[in-house]
C-alpha cells in the first residue's frame, strides 16, 4: 500500500478549527486565539506552547464542536473529494493527520471518503461541557506528527508515504516521508514554500506529482 497523508486546517479545509471556535467567543478572543495559531504555524513558538492555552482560552462545549465539524465539510477545498477519489482510484490510502480534533474532522473525513483520522480527542462532561483534551497525543506537540507518521510505518508497512500540509508542524515530517508536499492554496507560510521538496495551491496538482 501507498499513504498519502493530508494536514487538516488550511489545507482540506479553509479555515483553522480553533479558531473557528474562538470566533463563537467575540472579536478579541478571535484575534488572541489566531495570533498564537499563526505562530505556531510559522514556528515562532513551539506548539504545545500554544495548544492547551488556546482551549483554555476558547473552552468549547460539545455543540460549538459539532457546528465547527459542519463548517469544515462547507469549507472544503474544492478539488479535494476528486483528488482523493482518484488517488484512492491510483492506488493511494489517504489518512488525515491533524493537530486539531478529532469532533470536527470527522465529517469532513466522511465527505472525503478518508477512514483514518488521526488527531487530538477533545472530553466533555455529560452535559456537553467542555472537560479537557488528550493532552499525551502526539499532534498536540512539536514534533509529534513526525511521530504518527513512523507508526504508521510499522503498522501497516506502505511502500511510500506523502505528506501533504501547510504548516511548520507538516514540515516537520519531511524527514520520516518520501515525499513532502507544502500546501498554499489558502494560506503561503514561506519557510514551508523554500524547504517544501514540491510546492501546489491546489490539490487537484497532487496525482501528477505522486
Request: aromatic content about 8%; glycine content about 10%.
Amino acid at each position: 500500500m501507498k499513504l498519502i497523508c493530508f494536514d487538516c486546517d488550511s489545507t482540506l479545509s479553509s479555515i483553522e478549527g480553533i479558531d473557528e471556535l474562538a470566533r463563537i467567543r467575540g472579536p478579541e478572543v478571535f484575534a488572541r486565539v489566531v495570533a498564537l495559531t499563526d505562530d505556531a504555524m510559522t514556528g515562532k513558538i513551539r506548539l504545545e506552547e500554544v495548544f492547551g492555552r488556546r482551549l483554555d482560552i476558547v473552552r468549547p462545549g460539545r455543540a460549538e464542536v459539532e457546528a465547527i465539524g459542519r463548517r469544515y465539510v462547507e469549507t472544503v477545498e474544492p478539488t479535494a473529494a476528486e483528488t482523493i477519489a482518484t488517488l484512492s482510484g491510483m492506488g493511494w490510502t489517504p489518512v488525515i493527520i491533524s493537530g486539531g480534533f478529532q469532533q470536527t474532522i470527522h465529517p469532513l473525513a466522511r465527505f472525503l471518503g478518508v477512514s483514518r483520522v488521526e488527531a487530538v480527542n477533545l472530553f466533555f462532561s455529560d452535559d456537553g461541557a467542555f472537560m479537557g483534551y488528550d493532552s499525551d497525543y502526539p499532534s498536540a506537540r512539536s514534533g509529534g506528527k513526525p511521530e504518527i507518521i513512523q507508526r504508521l510505518r510499522s503498522e501497516l508497512r506502505p511502500e511510500k508515504v506523502v505528506m501533504v500540509g501547510d504548516g511548520v508542524s507538516d514540515l516537520e515530517t519531511r524527514p520520516v516521508v518520501d515525499l513532502f508536499v507544502g500546501f498554499g492554496g489558502f494560506i503561503v507560510r514561506e519557510r514551508v514554500k523554500r524547504e517544501a521538496e514540491a510546492f501546489v495551491t491546489s490539490l487537484a496538482s497532487l496525482p501528477a506529482l505522486v
